[in-house]
């Protein structure tokens, strides 16, 4: 009853119109009329201690960092610099796109703005270079989504919290998974461009590519200061997420010289805004996650799913296809904050490594942003580059089969993600 409760005010919040946060404490409130608990200070009280929480100011942090090295002039040079590596293979700019998408992730950890600066860069030259928009523009989607898996993430940030799981071995759990993803998508794209007849750019020479090495080295010395400064227990996760961004407000101001002073408000306001939105989700789902808590949800969801309790892969499956469920309505934020807390303790109780849960958790949710109807990084891409949604809907659906395949391989061979885990975080 609790459960149905739950999830029925939530869902019909949101379909009369209510913003996912404001839907999330109407489903808190109803829980506390349920257990008799309502009292508008316990309610207000966990908004504000939802929020107050060291380790997510790792997200305003990495979502500044991400806006200052799309207009500090870092994330141009390392789509450059993967021009000049891959451009000359056959659907090269493709191929270039997908590296970059990795480079970029090592930066930033927003799939969205990732997204937003791939889709700049580079729709345009496959566009001229006589690539299908909408199957470039796909491709640009999926390799936008492998930001939230690969460290440093504000996916990972957000499960650590709600879950209560190391935000540090997420982070080094997640590069071997993302690097899936991304060889997932290189083997696709390698498939359905063959049957394009585009003439690739010239292969660059030798110095060339030296240059541009030379031009992006200071963006490619920030991921091996996060991730070698979490590995070797320099800083945590949320002065990771300092370092990221004084670096590249420092590198963008000093070394290369594109941001200029006037325009650093434009940058921290956009960054502001980004992140009020993503705490306000946060701050409200504390209150629902306090409340699954008393009301012993995930005991009962433990109830539910008692026959697969002794078999974890199917389990895992059974799981994975309610994320995917969930994803398809529901944006990346609200379906780790809502469903973390529920099913986590169910996971535990399963035996279930909670770092490799948080993986696959994530990654699944980061699909999500791909997926139709909501598909906020689809939507992103339609934008930015003036494609219809449809469009892009269909032209990522190739490489949405190639990660939803990475994803069922990870369910059935949890090795893949657990002994990389293991030797990175000893």
């Known amino acids: 009853m609790t459960i149905v409760l739950f999830l029925g005010s939530l869902l019909a919040a949101m379909a009369i119109g209510f913003p996912i946060a404001y ?7 109803a829980l506390m009329w349920q257990q008799d608990l309502f009292d508008a200070q316990i309610l207000a009280q966990n908004v504000i201690n939802g929020a107050d929480s060291f380790p997510l100011l ?19 040079r390392i789509v450059h610099l993967a021009l000049t590596l891959v451009g000359h293979w056959r659907g090269g700019l493709g191929f270039v796109t997908i590296v970059a998408a990795c480079l970029l992730a090592a930066l930033s950890g927003s799939a969205v703005a990732d997204t937003a600066a791939l889709a700049a860069l580079l729709l345009p030259m496959m566009r001229r270079a006589g690539h299908d928009p909408a199957r470039a523009g796909g491709l640009i989607a999926a390799a936008g989504i492998i930001a939230p898996v690969i460290p440093p993430s504000i996916g990972f940030v957000m499960f650590g919290v709600a879950a209560n799981v190391s935000i540090s071995k997420l982070f080094l759990a997640g590069i071997v998974p993302g690097l899936m993803l991304a060889v997932a998508i290189a083997i696709a794209w390698a498939w359905v461009v063959r049957r394009e007849d585009v003439v690739p750019p010239p292969r660059a020479s030798w110095a060339e590519r030296g240059q541009a090495l030379r031009d992006a080295v200071w963006a490619l010395v920030l991921p091996v200061v996060v991730v070698g400064g979490l590995k070797a227990g320099v800083f945590t996760p949320t002065e990771a997420a300092v370092v990221a961004a004084v670096y590249a407000l420092a590198v963008s101001l000093l070394v290369y010289r594109e941001l200029r002073v006037h325009q650093l408000y434009a940058v921290f306001a956009s960054a502001a805004r980004t992140t009020a939105i993503i705490m306000f989700l946060v701050a409200a789902a504390m209150v629902s996650a306090w409340l699954i808590t008393v009301a012993d949800i995930p005991g009962q969801m433990i109830g539910l799913l008692q026959p697969l309790m002794d078999r974890p892969v199917l389990l895992m499956a059974a799981i994975q296809l309610l994320i995917v469920a969930v994803g398809t309505a529901m944006d990346m934020a609200p379906t780790i904050l ?19 849960f948080g993986v696959l ?4 949710t980061a699909i999500g942003l791909i997926t139709p109807p909501v598909g906020t990084v689809l939507n992103t891409v339609a934008g930015v580059g003036k494609l219809k949604f449809d469009a892009v809907t269909r032209g990522v659906l190739p490489f949405l089969t190639a990660q939803m395949l990475v994803l069922v391989l990870l369910v059935a061979f949890p090795a893949l993600v657990t002994v990389p885990a293991q030797w990175l975080t000893r």
């Open 23 to 29: 839907a999330l404490l109407a489903s808190g409130v």
């Open 338 to 356: 809502i469903l973390a807390p529920v099913l986590m303790p169910v996971v535990k109780a399963a035996g279930i490594d909670p770092v490799y």
């Open 58 to 76: 790792a997200v305003p942090f990495f979502m500044l960092a991400g806006e200052i090295m799309n207009v500090g002039g870092l994330s141009r």
């Open 361 to 364: 958790f994530v990654m699944n």
